[in-house]
């Protein structure tokens, strides 16, 4: 198995417990980075780039976990600094609560393609695509400080002044 890693920000997490659905996380990757992941995918056996499934939407990519359905996903860690992400003495446990949206966030993640089914009887049958299996969430708590706007030495009396001095 391939293991493969990738760092965006988190716009939908669902990593609670449910009996009935899977534990995933969207993450907004960017436009290269999908490219990046096509073009593994493309020497597939069985692609078809026209009909392909493919688990992202515009820049956002989507990672499922279907290990341990109905318990909160437990592959949560946390790194003081983003250079100790591949120590992994370095990682902590943390909790799925702290994956929310808006969050900078790294997964590790391994590619399992499946082939189509060809319509029979009363299945429509569907194209071969790609999943994203999820294996870890990692957080960085100094990578998700927002920097305060630096105005230097300037005194603003007034808002608006303040707003177009940025």
Known sequence: MLEFEIKGTVKQAWLASTEYENQNISLD??????AVIKSRVAD??????AS????????????IS?????EPFKNVWEVSQESLVHDHLS???????NVTDG???????TMVPYLGKPPSG??????????LQLLSVGL????????????????FDSATKKKRMQ
């Open 66 to 70: 279907k290990i341990d359905v109905g």
């Open 140 to 155: 960085c708590p100094s990578a998700n400080k927002r920097k305060k706007p630096d105005y230097g030495n300037r005194n």
């Open 29 to 34: 990757i960017g436009a290269e980075a999908i």
């Open 52 to 63: 392909f499934r493919w688990p992202f939407t515009g820049t956002v990519a989507k990672f």
């Open 103 to 109: 969050v900078y966030a790294f997964v590790e993640y």
């Open 91 to 97: 990682r902590k446990p943390a909790s799925h609560d």
């Open 44 to 49: 597939l056996p069985e692609h078809d780039s």
């Open 122 to 131: 009363e299945h429509a049958g569907y194209a071969g695509g790609c999943t």
